[in-house]
């Protein structure tokens, strides 16, 4: 196949050619931001799910319908390291300047921009990686206290009622949000809660790991009543065969039945692994109709491309002592595993492995879920840490000062 044709995408957030079976959320949530535009209770969202799912993607195509239909959109990720008001200072001020295009709520965002300005100045000493542009003088009084709860609080009441005088509303896209710190996630929700109760039309979007749910109910423990809590997993098996079938049908290529289904079990309907198996099968393939022999060509390299891609990048960012951790769950299977069984396959004490643990889940490879038990974040992952360490060498400490085989 002509390799400059290859419909698939596999890429962190590359939009696929056919987003298959999730039509029913992109509704629900399309619903949730207009009642919100007309001053009706909507609910906020968080879309949770493992890797390489297709949170990104949806996150970004439900955007794209708000804007669509008019609605004033943010777009943010969460990365380690930075804070949330250093991620949204710029983005709001963006909003506040665009809603101050409108006559009917140009008094509204340039007081929204005033309070930006307080927030700003006085919270930069509290998380002094706040870099964004003043357009106004602070009003004094007005979300410069210094207190990240109440201010933000403060700051996204302007904002809502700017586009509330805007006849719109302000949906704010938030990635990765499993990497904002709990009392930085506390104001946040607190600020949402705010806005809900003055019927503001404000609206968070967000994205994360399974383990964000908790993570929000430990901020606040009125989150779950806040939020909806859609799980995006494996795409059914109809969603799935579409998904492949579509993009290959538009090029004119069909493919056969087990050679679809054989798709379908090797990519466990993940919507990332769906398109790097498509991908490479296209490459593969010399002509149509594509049979099963050239999807199990196409693995070989589908595989290598998942293990120096995909899953290295997030095994390289792992300290010798969490490797061997992860390892030992790949042992186990595919989980989730009790952490004493983990502890057991070590030979070692739960206790000495809770650091360990607990450093794995903040770096999102892994989470919880429900008490004691652990899973990886990443589908596979058992698979490829039996891969890149083989053999039973980690199972003896003195392997962490070896080199993994590259």
């Known amino acids: 196949m002509n390799p400059i044709r290859n419909p698939f995408a596999p890429g962190a957030g590359t939009p696929p050619p056919e987003l298959a079976g999730r039509d029913a959320l992109r509704e629900s949530l399309r619903v949730a931001l ?3 535009r007309i001053g009706r209770p909507a609910k906020s969202a968080m879309l949770v799910g493992l890797r390489g799912v297709g949170k990104t ?6 955007r794209d319908d708000a804007e669509m239909a008019g609605i004033q959109t943010v777009r943010l990720e969460a990365p380690e390291g930075r804070s949330l008001p250093a991620l949204l200072a710029p983005q709001l001020r ?8 409108k006559e009917a709520a140009r008094d509204l965002a ?64 938030i990635d990765e949000l499993q990497y904002v710190p709990e009392a930085q996630l506390a104001a946040l929700i607190t600020a949402l809660h705010r806005t809900s109760q003055r019927q503001l039309p404000v609206v968070l979007v967000g994205a994360g790991l399974p383990q964000l749910r908790g993570q929000l109910g430990n901020a606040k423990s009125y989150a779950e009543r806040l939020f909806d809590f859609p799980v ?13 079938e579509i993009p290959l049908r538009d090029e004119g290529v069909a493919i056969t039945a087990p050679a679809l289904h054989e798709i379908l079990r090797l990519s466990q309907g993940y919507a990332y692994f769906l398109q790097t198996w498509g991908s490479h099968t296209w490459l593969a393939a010399d002509n149509s109709p594509i049979g099963i022999d050239v999807v199990r060509k196409a693995s070989i390299t589908a595989v290598a491309a998942l293990d120096e891609g995909f899953f290295r ?57 429900t008490h004691g038990d652990t899973a990886f974040t990443v589908p596979m992952f058992a698979a490829f840490m039996q891969r890149i360490m083989p053999g039973n060498a980690w199972r003896e400490p003195e392997s962490l000062t070896r080199r993994e085989p590259r």
């Open 57 to 62: 993607v949806l996150l970004d195509r439900v």
């Open 313 to 369: 990048v997030r095994f390289d960012r792992c300290t010798p002592k969490e490797k061997r951790y992860l390892r030992a769950m790949a042992e186990l299977g595919d989980g989730p595993h009790r952490s004493g069984d983990v502890a057991a396959c070590l030979d070692e004490k739960v206790s000495s492995l809770a650091p360990t643990r607990s450093t794995l889940i903040g770096k999102g490879m892994v989470w919880s879920p």
């Open 34 to 36: 207009e009642r919100a």
């Open 94 to 101: 963006q909003a506040l300047l665009r809603l101050s295009q």
């Open 110 to 173: 340039i007081r929204g921009l005033r309070a930006l300005a307080g927030f700003a100045s006085r919270l930069k000493v509290t998380y002094n990686d706040i870099e964004v542009g003043l357009d106004y003088e602070a009003e004094p009084g007005l979300a410069d206290n210094g207190d990240l709860e109440h201010d933000l609080q403060a700051l996204m009441e302007q904002v809502g009622l700017a586009a509330k005088a805007a006849d719109t509303a302000l949906a704010m896209f």
């Open 232 to 244: 995006i997993g494996a795409l059914p098996p109809e969603a799935a065969m579409q998904a492949i």
